[in-house]
């Protein structure tokens, strides 16, 4: 099985980017192989509209973007994998613009003529909610503000891969990142750790 990680963050060494790591490592323990895309060490142009990846070759599992850059890649990695780490931190009330970024340009993965704008498309790898998804949001704002402040990005995030039926199992916040106790992100660390075993075993469990 494969786990995926997406770091969102551009600090390598941040709370977002460790809180991933543990939760990777809660699914290695349970016999998965995980890997990370930072997507700061990778280059994604911005999408330029120009909606070719989805209008044409309704054959292909992953559509063609003209643009030239790390995304083509990245997509053979995103669709070869059994479940997710999606983590973000909410910059301005939102998810960051490099993770933003990021899920504009997995349009490819959709097929929709022309004649069909006005509709939602279906996924061109069809999954049936078989990969699941957990989901990390740090912030700066305690927990009490997660409403404000997390809900906005798990939205963001969790709609997209609605629609390319993947199930997302859990919404985490972890707010008050930057005057966090070391005590206290410990004991967030170890709820992480716990979320990759759960994201794995649900796997297994829902896959038989
Ligand atoms: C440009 C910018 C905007 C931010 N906006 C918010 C915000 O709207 N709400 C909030 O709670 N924290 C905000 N923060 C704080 C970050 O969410 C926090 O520093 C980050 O989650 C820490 O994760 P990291 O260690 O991976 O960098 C912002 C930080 C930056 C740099």
């Given at each position: 099985m494969i786990i995926r990680g997406i770091l969102?963050?551009?600090?390598?060494?941040?709370k977002c980017s460790k809180l991933l790591q543990e939760v990777l490592n809660g699914a290695e323990s349970q016999g998965a192989s995980t890997t990370r895309?930072?997507?700061?060490k990778c280059n994604i142009k911005h999408c330029m509209g120009c909606c070719r990846c989805m209008t044409t070759d309704p054959e292909l599992e992953i559509g063609r973007c003209p643009l030239k850059d790390d995304m083509a890649q990245l997509l053979e990695l995103y669709t070869k994998a059994d479940g997710y780490v999606l983590a973000s931190p909410v910059y301005d009330v939102s998810i960051s613009s490099l993770m933003k970024k990021f899920l504009e340009r997995k349009l490819p993965l959709f097929y929709r003529p022309k004649e069909a704008y006005a509709t939602i498309s279906a996924p061109r790898t069809p999954c049936a909610f078989k990969k699941k998804t957990v989901m990390i949001v740090t912030g700066?704002?305690?927990?009490?503000?997660r409403e404000l402040m997390g809900d906005p990005c798990f939205e963001m995030l969790e709609s997209q891969l609605m629609v390319e039926q993947i199930e997302t199992i859990e919404k985490l916040y972890v707010g008050g990142v930057e005057n966090m106790t070391e005590e206290t992100f410990r004991e967030k660390l170890q709820y992480a750790h716990h979320l990759g075993e759960t994201l794995v075993r649900r796997i297994i469990a829902e896959g038989q």
């Open positions: 969102g963050s551009p600090r390598l060494k941040g895309i930072d997507l700061i700066n704002c305690g927990d009490e503000y």
